[in-house]
């Protein structure tokens, strides 16, 4: 099989692009993942329930996407749970794997070298192995013990429905986990708001015209800095790679907390800053740090979860998205945060399914290394 690779792909000339397909298939995308047999979930969560440690790994958006993961199976096998994120490039030169095991390798295209590297690492330990992986990708990591299926392979080189997707099977991994470790609850509440994923993100996806109104209104921005708490740290980074891989502008991620330890010194005024808050965000500190902020000019963005404490009034302007449990958080509230890089994307006149491939230098760069 062909690997599959988004340089292979015809470019659009113009609006819509492939990036914005696939940010609007996501609530179809998602109810696939959601009907589909539970025979592979189930097989999954046996295993992570029966595991000494799990770990999971990935590259780019399917770190994020691993990271994630953490939170959703914390959140049904309990805190004590021995689950560790690292990236595949750290985990195929360190990692050592053992029969007691589970390693659950996030990958959309399915064939990059780090991903294959652990898969096989792990083999060799005897570990259980877990592909979360894009429908007729590349070989890699298809031998592991289960695999699981997200979206067709994007057309774009911004993932977009590959990581909510993605997110859509980790959490149905964590719901029968739970299920199976006898925690009832916990499992449940996030099926429930699993299930009320889909209707969220076409809630959003009904209000993009919000996000075309607003690059306009960002036109000259050149650097931006998102912050989040808790799994929406992981949202944070999600979105500023999304915005720097697709409008190649100077962005940062960090969590709530830590810009006020250091990073705000870097700010100059013309920054967007963009806040995510779920329910968990602190409302007082998020109101210091918004007005720390606002005193250096910066404008500022919300992206408020429904059930937050924190109060959209705070920024020059705010989006609300869909209550969800905290872990399941991410997957509605990065919705927002794609829109914004396509459409900032746009407005400044970028293709955002490239990722800068039509420049020489970059292509110069490329040449000097493999995926």
Same mark, same amino acid.
């Given at each position: ?19 914005? +397909? ?49 939170? *959703? ?8 749970? /021995? *689950? ?37 690492? &792990? ?39 590959? %990581?909510?997707? #993605? ?13 199976? &470790?006898?925690?009832?609850? !916990? ?6 708001? =699993? ?21 306009? /209104?960002? #036109? &000259? ?5 998102? =912050? ?19 409008? %190649? ?9 830590? $810009? ?16 995510? @808050? ?10 210091? #740090?918004?007005?720390?902020? +606002? @005193? $250096? ?5 919300? $992206?408020?979860? /429904? ?28 919705? !927002?945060?794609? *829109? ?28 000097? %290394?493999?995926?």
């Amino acid at each position: 099989m062909p690997k599959p690779d988004s340089s292979k792909v015809p470019p659009r000339a113009e609006h819509p692009y492939h990036m914005h +397909d696939a940010i609007m298939a996501q609530p179809a995308a998602l109810e696939a993942v959601l009907s589909g047999p539970g025979e592979g979930f189930e097989r999954a969560a046996e295993a992570v329930t029966e595991a000494d440690r799990v770990y999971l790994t990935g590259m780019g958006t399917s770190l994020h996407a691993a990271t994630v993961g953490r939170f *959703l199976l914390e959140h049904a096998l309990g805190a004590e749970a /021995d *689950l560790r994120v690292a990236s595949a490039f750290e985990l195929a030169a360190r990692g050592k794997f053992s029969k007691s095991d589970v390693v659950v390798v996030v990958s959309h295209r399915g064939w990059k070298r780090y991903v294959s590297r652990v898969v096989e690492l &792990a083999m060799a330990g005897q570990a259980t192995t877990v592909a979360v992986t894009g429908k007729e990708g590349g070989e890699g990591v298809r031998s592991a013990s289960v695999v699981l299926e997200t979206s067709e392979q994007e057309k774009s080189g911004a993932h977009t429905v590959s %990581y909510t997707t #993605a997110l859509a099977v980790l959490a149905r991994v964590a719901v029968e986990a739970g299920r199976a &470790a006898g925690r009832s609850a !916990p499992a449940e509440a996030l099926w429930r708001d =699993l299930n009320a994923a889909p209707k969220g993100v076409a809630g959003i996806l009904k209000k993009e015209g919000r996000f075309v109104a607003l690059a306009e /209104d960002l #036109a &000259a921005i050149e650097s931006v800095v998102l =912050l989040g708490t808790g799994p929406d740290v992981v949202t944070a980074r999600e979105g500023a790679l999304k915005i720097v891989e697709t409008s %190649y502008l100077a962005v940062h991620s960090f969590e709530l907390e830590q $810009i006020l330890h250091g990073p705000l010194a870097g700010l100059k005024g013309p920054e967007l800053v963009v806040h995510v @808050a779920n329910a968990s965000t602190p409302a007082k500190r998020s109101a210091e #740090a918004t007005a720390a902020i +606002d @005193a $250096i000019g910066c404008r500022q963005l919300g $992206i408020v979860q /429904d059930g937050s404490s924190v109060d959209p009034d705070l920024f020059h302007w705010a989006f609300r998205t869909p209550k969800a449990i905290e872990p399941l958080a991410p997957l509605v509230n990065v919705v !927002p945060l794609q *829109l914004l890089a396509y459409y900032l994307a746009v407005q400044k006149g970028h293709d955002p399914d490239e990722a800068r491939r039509a420049d020489a230098k970059f292509r110069a760069a490329k040449s000097h %290394y493999d995926l």
